[in-house]
T-cell receptor, first 109, second 114 residues
Framework: GQSLEQPSEVTAVEGAIVQINCTYQTSGFYGLSWYQQHDGGAPTFLSYNALDGLEETGRFSSFLSRSDSYGYLLLQELQMKDSASYFC??????????FGKGTRLSVIA | SAVISQKPSRDICQRGTSLTIQCQVDSQVTMMFWYRQQPGQSLTLIATANQGSEATYESGFVIDKFPISRPNLTFSTLTVSNMSPEDSSIYLCSPRGGPRNEQFFGPGTRLTVL
C-alpha cells in the first residue's frame, strides 16, 4: 500500500515563495502528482513527476527525489487566489491515486 | 484535459433512499475511479470502474451499498443505496488517461442525507 505525509497547514505572505513537502512510503511507486482544491471546488491537476528532478509550470514547480521518497510543490510569487488545499498523490502505474491528507495554504497580505 | 460532467451537482435525500450519480467524459478513457470526500478531509477511493470488467471496491466499500455501472468508455454511474446521514459527502468521478496518463476529477456531487 501507499501512505503520503504532508503538513496540514502552511501560511505565507503574498508575493513570497512557499514549499509544500510530501514524503511517501509505497510499494511499486511510479509517480507523484499534485492537485489544488479551492473550497467548494473539485481537485485540479497541477503537475506530475515520474522522474527525479524539477518540473516547472509557470509559477508552480514540482520536485521528486525517488531515493529520498520525497517531493515538494513550490509556489512562487504567491497570490491571494493561491489560498487553497494542496494534495500530493502517489500511483503505481495504472492504479488509482492515493492521496495525502492535504495542506491548507493561507496566503496573507 | 478532459471535460467531465456530473449529475446531479448536489442533492438532499431522505434516509433509506438511493441516489444515482452520473459521470460523463468527453473522451474515451479506460480507467475510471470514484472517490468520496468528507468536508475538510482528503479523497478516499471507493472503487475502480474499468469498462468491460466488474468494479473493484476498496476496503470498507461494498457493491451492495455502492453499485457501479460502466457501460462504455465515456460514462459511468455510482449509486449510493439505502442512504444514511453518514453518507453525506462529496462524490467525485475521476477518469484517467491522456498522453501522460493523468488523472482528472469531475466537479463532484454534494450529497446531504437527512
Amino acid at each position: 500500500g501507499q501512505s503520503l505525509e504532508q503538513p496540514s497547514e502552511v501560511t505565507a505572505v503574498e508575493g513570497a515563495i512557499v514549499q509544500i513537502n510530501c514524503t511517501y512510503q509505497t510499494s511499486g511507486f511510479y509517480g507523484l502528482s499534485w492537485y489544488q482544491q479551492h473550497d467548494g471546488g473539485a481537485p485540479t491537476f497541477l503537475s506530475y513527476n515520474a522522474l527525479d528532478g524539477l518540473e516547472e509550470t509557470g509559477r508552480f514547480s514540482s520536485f521528486l527525489s525517488r531515493s529520498d521518497s520525497y517531493g515538494y510543490l513550490l509556489l512562487q510569487e504567491l497570490q491571494m487566489k493561491d489560498s487553497a488545499s494542496y494534495f500530493c498523490a502517489g500511483d503505481s502505474g495504472n492504479t488509482p491515486l492515493v492521496f495525502g491528507k492535504g495542506t491548507r495554504l493561507s496566503v496573507i497580505a | 484535459s478532459a471535460v467531465i460532467s456530473q449529475k446531479p451537482s448536489r442533492d438532499i435525500c431522505q434516509r433509506g433512499t438511493s441516489l444515482t450519480i452520473q459521470c460523463q467524459v468527453d473522451s474515451q478513457v479506460t480507467m475510471m475511479f470514484w472517490y468520496r470526500q468528507q468536508p475538510g478531509q482528503s479523497l478516499t477511493l471507493i472503487a475502480t470502474a474499468n469498462q468491460g470488467s466488474e468494479a473493484t471496491y476498496e476496503s470498507g466499500f461494498v457493491i451492495d451499498k455502492f453499485p457501479i455501472s460502466r457501460p462504455n468508455l465515456t460514462f459511468s454511474t455510482l449509486t449510493v443505496s439505502n442512504m444514511s446521514p453518514e453518507d453525506s459527502s462529496i462524490y467525485l468521478c475521476s477518469p484517467r488517461g491522456g498522453p501522460r496518463n493523468e488523472q482528472f476529477f469531475g466537479p463532484g456531487t454534494r450529497l446531504t442525507v437527512l
